[in-house]
């Protein structure tokens, strides 16, 4: 009986024991930037082979850029994410010929602060990469940029 009773003793403080050696500590992923202009983006959107424009997409998914546009509209979705389109220097419209240069600030958590942002506000921003395209079903050739993990770094008050 004293035997089980201390087995029993015994197991009961081995499984109640905690290690004393410490968990390792998790960096969070590295942030690589890349220093592309909008503009170059676009060109290279434009002017290259489909099978060109794959490798730039697979060589810029992930990679966070950091630009300026004027805001064109902040969108608060149903479930309390943000949205902000970015116009990157539209060069004309009309009707469904359309040279639009839009960059997507998408599907995010934020502060109240960015609803305070107004259509023709000058912003800075940076934002991971996540979707490149250059083909839009109803305008045709475009340069459509999507980004994720965003931030507004700067921006111009409006009087």
């Given at each position: 009986?004293?035997?089980?009773?201390?087995?029993?003793?015994?197991?009961?403080?081995?499984v109640?024991?905690?290690?004393n050696?410490?968990?390792?500590?998790?960096?969070?992923?590295?942030?690589?930037?890349?220093?592309?202009k909008?503009?170059?983006?676009?060109?290279?959107?434009?002017?290259?082979?489909?099978?060109?424009?794959?490798?730039?997409?697979?060589?810029?998914?992930?990679?966070?850029?950091?630009?300026?546009?004027?805001?064109?509209?902040?969108?608060?979705?149903?479930?309390?994410?943000?949205?902000?389109?970015?116009?990157?220097?539209?060069?004309?419209?009309?009707?469904?010929?359309?040279?639009?240069?839009?960059?997507?600030?998408?599907?995010?958590?934020?502060?109240?602060?960015?609803?305070?942002?107004?259509?023709?506000?000058?912003?800075?921003?940076?934002?991971?990469?996540?979707?490149?395209?250059?083909?839009?079903?109803?305008?045709?050739?475009?340069?459509?940029?999507?980004?994720?993990?965003?931030?507004?770094?700067?921006?111009?008050?409006?009087?």
């Amino acid at each position: 009986m004293i035997k089980q009773i201390l087995a029993l003793a015994i197991f009961l403080n081995l499984v109640g024991c905690q290690s004393n050696s410490q968990q390792p500590i998790v960096q969070p992923e590295e942030k690589k930037h890349i220093w592309i202009k909008y503009k170059e983006l676009e060109k290279a959107c434009r002017e290259s082979t489909s099978a060109q424009f794959t490798l730039l997409k697979r060589e810029l998914k992930g990679k966070y850029v950091t630009w300026k546009g004027t805001i064109q509209n902040v969108d608060l979705s149903y479930d309390d994410t943000i949205s902000i389109f970015i116009d990157m220097g539209t060069t004309s419209s009309y009707g469904f010929i359309d040279f639009s240069r839009v960059v997507y600030l998408y599907n995010q958590t934020y502060d109240d602060y960015v609803l305070g942002f107004r259509k023709g506000q000058l912003v800075e921003y940076t934002g991971k990469i996540e979707l490149i395209s250059n083909y839009d079903r109803i305008y045709g050739m475009q340069c459509d940029v999507h980004l994720s993990d965003w931030d507004i770094l700067w921006s111009e008050t409006l009087k």
